[in-house]
């Protein structure tokens, strides 16, 4: 299992993507926790393939078997089981994965660290098909969150260069984060988003694929919430958001950006608002002052690789033979990935801050 461990909240995520079931079991959840069963199924549907052409056409139902940790609607305290049956698998098409590694795959680096025994038939257990369970568990966390004011929203920013508008830095609101969640393909701007689509379609026709940046906020965070050092809230998140699949990378507020500035554009002045809060008038720290939130919105942008598996031919090795080969992949695959990863950085961004949380005194 891949587990991620804390003196709080605890998961692991079972499972591959071909074999008879998912799954995932989270510790240390807060009991009496009401969890509504509709709005956990609406929060993974985000993440399930469309039918508009611009991801793959595996049909998984998504439907999670709570086997423990819930009664009567509400949290125990137990350790919280769930499992997601596969069943819309195409094994054949992966037979001679386990010999020609994908180029920009886990097939040769899954390979050797597990001598040649790694289930390669959909991407195995690295395929993004675990970033359900993932779903899973920080649709449940949101729900709590949610409950106590806090909000996390996440839109497709750009894909290949074309780019959608951003959340405001520092009065975005509820609203402007529910607006997009209910959207089909996630993007703020509508008409960006369908040039978006209609880039995903040229490039699936062209055998391509396309990656892009995902802009994910939460609101309402109290200040004061993680820890120094090793134990930030930036650490959290990342950890968490490195656990999905084709991310290569996350900035906090202004990003990469601040490398560029002197240190007065960068400085985020601070000042008391009419509701006698402490606020900045800017947030290029993201919502983030040494691993703890200051109250501002918390801010990243994440970017997202394109698919590695693509139907163009492509060199690779067999590692068996050692001898240079062509690959020609079949399966079902994604043009590209990013709006579906929508909700999974939404969903890592949430079980981060439920596990700082609970540390907070007024949890």
């Not at 260069?161 to 975005?172: E, N, Q």
């Not at 402007?176 to 089909?184: A, G």
């Not at 960068?266 to 008038?281: L, P, Q």
């Amino acid at each position: 299992m891949s587990s991620f461990w804390n003196n709080r909240i605890t998961f692991s995520i079972f499972g591959e993507s071909h074999g008879p079931a998912i799954g995932i079991v989270i510790d240390n959840l807060p009991p009496g926790e009401y969890i509504d069963k509709e709005k956990l199924l609406q929060f993974m549907a985000r993440r399930a393939p469309k039918k508009d052409g611009t991801t793959t056409p595996r049909g998984e139902k998504d439907l999670p078997e709570i086997v423990s940790g819930v009664m009567n609607d509400k949290t125990t305290g137990a350790p919280l089981c769930a499992m997601i049956r596969n069943t819309d698998t195409r094994s054949k098409d992966y037979g001679n994965l386990a010999r020609l590694p994908r180029p920009g795959h886990a097939d040769y680096t899954g390979a050797v660290r597990y001598q040649g025994f790694n289930d390669v038939r959909g991407g195995g257990h690295f395929s993004g098909r675990l970033t359900a369970p993932l779903c899973f568990a920080g649709a449940v966390c949101g729900q709590i969150l949610e409950r106590r004011g806090i909000y996390t929203g996440a839109h497709v920013a750009s894909i290949h260069g074309i780019k959608d508008d951003m959340f405001h830095s520092t009065k975005v609101s509820k609203a402007d984060i529910l607006s997009v969640r209910e959207k089909d393909f996630p993007v703020i701007n509508d008409g960006q988003g369908e040039l978006m689509r209609e880039d995903i379609l040229r490039a699936r026709e062209g055998g391509e694929s396309l990656g892009g940046i995902i802009e994910c906020v939460a609101i309402n965070v109290p200040a004061g919430i993680g820890s120094p050092m090793f134990e930030g809230l930036e650490n959290t998140i990342a950890q968490l958001v490195f656990g999905i699949p084709a991310v290569k990378g996350i900035e906090f507020g202004a990003g990469f950006k601040v490398a560029e500035m002197v240190g007065s554009q960068d400085n985020d002045t601070f000042y008391i608002d009419e509701n006698g809060h402490v606020k900045t008038r800017t947030n290029n720290h993201g919502g983030i002052l040494g691993g703890i939130s200051s109250g501002m919105p918390i801010t990243m942008n994440v970017a997202i690789k394109p698919t590695a598996s693509i139907s163009k031919p492509q060199e690779t090795v067999d590692f068996r033979a050692k001898t240079n080969e062509v690959l020609q992949i079949k399966g079902r695959h994604d043009p590209c990935i990013v709006a579906r990863a929508v909700p999974c950085v939404e969903a890592a961004v949430n079980i981060a801050l439920l596990s700082h949380m609970m540390n907070y005194p007024h949890f």
